[in-house]
């Protein structure tokens, strides 16, 4: 996630994009990437809300600043932890200058030369806080019913998708499962919340999962996000993307090939392995693959290698 203020910063070492500085940082990226190779590339951003001002991952998730912590807002006053500030309920003066700086971000990824953006509506963060009736305790029109809890979530993605290309795409990422039972979101309000955004002009639905109550009780396994978005994809008419542990060829291959999600995101397998999808590619003896051309000796001669030992260990089993 890359954070439209200072204030929104999940932590101190989280990427930006309010600053002329910032801009041009990422446009030498981004322009790096078109003119050397065929990848496009997609900005999440989004606004940590009563999730901020934590240290970084590997110090301690979701551990407050030693020193130094900023003021942290949300739509209710409800901390994320006993250990977590109690932010600021956010008033219409918060939620005008958010919207904006959300705005401001998008244009920002304009001149940067993004080819797709992503708005982070997930895990507990600020606009999470409005959708997940365990955070959102207003009694205003912000509050309440679904509708009412996606009224400002929706109105920054329409302020975003309004200035944002389009002919480019746009999506929005969204936790379709607090964990809690019937007492949060569930999968079935998950797939009104996919139909929403698809309705406001989102192109695309990342369905992720949790991270939106410290007391969630997720269950973890293979693929096991998946199922979210096979519903709001089959259910809601919606096209998605599946996330969460999902790690294998076969994997990706039996989500697209079953209709659950028309796209599948890989995080950590590609943390420690950069060259996860040519090494997949070069499994299958896939050859449509884009290779930078400083590597196409390398995929050339794994893709040989690997269809040999292949054949091989066919023709011990025979």
Known sequence: MTCVSAEGRITPGCAGMWSDEQTSAWRRIVDFVHENSDAKVCLQLGHSGPKGSTKVGWEGYDVPLDTGNWPVMAAS?????????????????????????????????????????????????????????????????????????LRFPLEVFAAMRDVWPIDRPMSVRISANDWMGDYGVTPDEAVLIGEAFARAGADLIDVSAGQTWAKGNPVYGRMFQTPFSDRIRNEGDVRTMAVGNIYETDHVNSI?????????????????????????????????????KPYLGGQQQLTRNLKRAAEMEAALKA
């Not at 409800?78 to 401001?104: C, L």
């Not at 697209?256 to 397998?269: E, Q, S, Y």
């Not at 590619?281 to 930078?292: E, H, L, M, S």
């Open 256 to 292: 697209l090939a079953a209709g659950r999600a028309d796209l599948v995101a890989m995080a950590r397998p590609h943390l420690v392995e950069p060259y996860w999808t040519l090494h997949a590619a070069a499994a299958a003896d896939y050859r449509g693959i884009a290779v930078p």
């Open 77 to 149: 006053d409800v901390a994320w932890s006993d250990h977590n500030q109690t932010p600021t309920p956010m008033t219409r003066i918060d939620m005008d200058r958010v919207k904006g700086e959300f705005v401001a971000a998008t244009r920002r990824a304009i001149d940067a030369g993004f080819d797709m953006v992503e708005l982070h509506a997930a895990h507990g963060y600020l606009l999470s806080s409005f959708i997940t009736p365990l955070m959102n305790r207003r009694s205003d029109e912000y509050g309440g019913s679904l509708e009412n809890r």
